[in-house]
T-cell receptor, first 114, second 112 residues
Framework: GAGVSQSPSNKVTEKGKDVELRCDPI?????LYWYRQSLGQGLEFLIY????????KSGLPSDRFSAERTGGSVSTLTIQRTQQEDSAVYLC????????????FGSGTRLTVV | DQQVKQNSPSLSVQEGRISILNCDYT??????FLWYKKYPAEGPTFLIS?????DKNEDGRFTVFLNKSAKHLSLHIVPSQPGDSAVYFC???????????FGKGTRLSVIA
């Protein structure tokens, strides 16, 4: 696709429910990243996929968070038993291999846990 | 521990004047720096970058300066335009193999 696509754009969920957030990266981009931005905060790194390598999960805040990237393309971020502190904008980005290319971000999913 | 710091949460500048956004970092292993711009309800977009082998990179109205000894970089926008009003994020990378580390952002308002 022309850009990074994220769905849904908005999600309201009840505390304790599971949610799945989807990211469609730019075709051909080998790297995919998940970040989140909580109110008044910067972009917090969550997880990073690069090609066929094992993902870098060092940013996941708890074991309630997990992510998959199927076929080197689409990624799903899953949050189990959501808590109110999980409320944030979840941003996905992709990039070509090599750091000289900036990330291309999607528009994000605004998650509200009530 | 914040490795990338943007100490000014907001900045207001008159149209036509220079905007200077500042960023400090603590990790001396960072060797590549980027600025992103974010409008409401959109994802951040890449603006300009600089490698640690340079001290200046210019692209049109945007110039980034890097002072490695001070672990400081700045983004200059001149002349500032109302369309530049957005949140600007500074980001840093270590050897390109680790995810970008972002600051908290500075909200720039350019007043006509």
């Amino acid at each position: 696709g022309a850009g990074v696509s994220q769905s849904p754009s908005n999600k309201v969920t009840e505390k304790g429910k599971d949610v799945e957030l989807r990211c469609d990266p730019i075709s051909g981009h080998t790297a995919l990243y998940w970040y989140r931005q909580s109110l008044g905060q910067g972009l917090e790194f969550l997880i990073y996929f690069q090609g066929n390598s094992a993902p870098d999960k060092s940013g996941l805040p708890s074991d309630r968070f997990s992510a998959e990237r199927t076929g080197g393309s689409v990624s799903t971020l899953t949050i189990q038993r959501t808590q109110q502190e999980d409320s944030a904008v979840y941003l996905c980005a992709s990039s070509l291999e090599g750091r000289d290319y900036g990330y291309t971000f999607g528009s994000g999913t605004r998650l509200t846990v009530v | 521990d914040q490795q990338v710091k943007q100490n000014s949460p907001s900045l207001s500048v008159q149209e036509g004047r220079i905007s200077i956004l500042n960023c400090d970092y603590t990790n001396s292993m960072f060797d590549y720096f980027l600025w992103y711009k974010k409008y409401p309800a959109e994802g951040p977009t890449f603006l300009i970058s600089i490698s640690s082998i340079k001290d200046k990179n210019e692209d049109g109205r945007f110039t980034v300066f890097l002072n490695k000894s001070a672990k400081h970089l700045s983004l200059h926008i001149v002349p500032s335009q109302p369309g530049d009003s957005a949140v600007y994020f500074c980001a840093a990378s270590n050897s390109g193999n680790t995810p970008l580390v972002f600051g908290k952002g500075t909200r720039l308002s350019v007043i006509a």
